[in-house]
């Protein structure tokens, strides 16, 4: 670990592997094992699902019970998931557990110390960041990290960002079906659609933004400077 000279206070610098355990998955356990209670279990197939709709509970789950008869690797709530493979596409798989849960082979698990690192900073730093080389490289990646109350003010702004991306595609569904409601004003609202559309491109690329600014560090310097957070709020 080594600390920027310029504020010690407000930025340290850490290896990944100083601030989280980093865990991979072991055998996928045979089928006479999953029932239908105990915590889901999630492979790179499942992770895709997960991340399209969210349900975690249709899942197929493990019972702990059964634990001793096969090697599996369960991870706590926080932790943030990734697939070993495609770690440098932009689309790449990253997931945040809201509960335990069960993990196979083919993903990674990474569970941060959170008085160090706030599990939602995490997760908006690996969306952002590129790993150009295989995943066991992921502990040697180097992080800016601020004080967990800047990070916490931070994640705010990023989750609520994100939170309008996800909801993109229901919401300007939505407005594709109001003119059927005001025959009279079909294209006055149409364009409004389209100004919509819009904003949530730009939306996207503040999201960009703003992860390049924070993980940069660029995002400090403003912090220290204005009362950034009073100025930059998203109700």
Avoid at 15 to 42: C, M, Q, W
Avoid at 81 to 108: G, H, P, S
Avoid at 123 to 151: A, C, D, G
Avoid at 206 to 224: A, S, T
Wanted: charged share 25%.
């Amino acid at each position: 670990m080594y600390v920027r000279l310029e504020d010690s206070s407000m930025v340290k610098c850490y290896r990944l592997d100083e601030v989280a355990i980093i865990e991979t998955g072991e055998i996928v356990p045979k089928k006479k094992y999953f029932s239908k209670r105990g915590s889901p279990f999630i492979s790179a197939k499942f992770l895709k699902q997960l991340i399209l709709n969210g349900k975690i509970a249709e899942l197929p789950k493990i019972d702990r019970t059964y634990e001793k008869y096969f090697k599996c690797t369960t991870v706590p709530a926080k932790t943030i998931i990734l697939t070993k493979t495609n770690l440098n596409a932009t689309n790449k798989q990253v997931y945040q557990c809201e509960e335990e849960v069960w993990i196979a082979k083919d993903l990674i698990a990474i569970i941060p110390d959170e008085s160090i690192i706030l599990s939602d900073y995490l997760y908006h730093f690996l969306n952002w960041y590129r790993v150009n080389k295989e995943w066991y490289h992921l502990h040697q990646i180097s992080l800016k990290i601020p004080n967990v109350e800047i990070q916490y003010s931070m994640v705010q702004i990023l989750n609520k960002v994100q939170h309008l991306i996800n909801n993109k595609d229901f919401l300007l569904t939505q407005i594709d079906g109001l003119p059927q409601y005001f025959h009279h004003f079909s294209v006055p609202i149409e364009g409004h659609a389209k100004n919509v559309c819009h904003g949530f491109n730009q939306v996207q690329h503040l999201y960009n933004l703003l992860l390049y600014r924070i993980f940069k560090g660029e995002l400090v310097k403003d912090i220290q400077e204005t009362d950034f957070f009073k100025t930059f709020s998203i109700q």
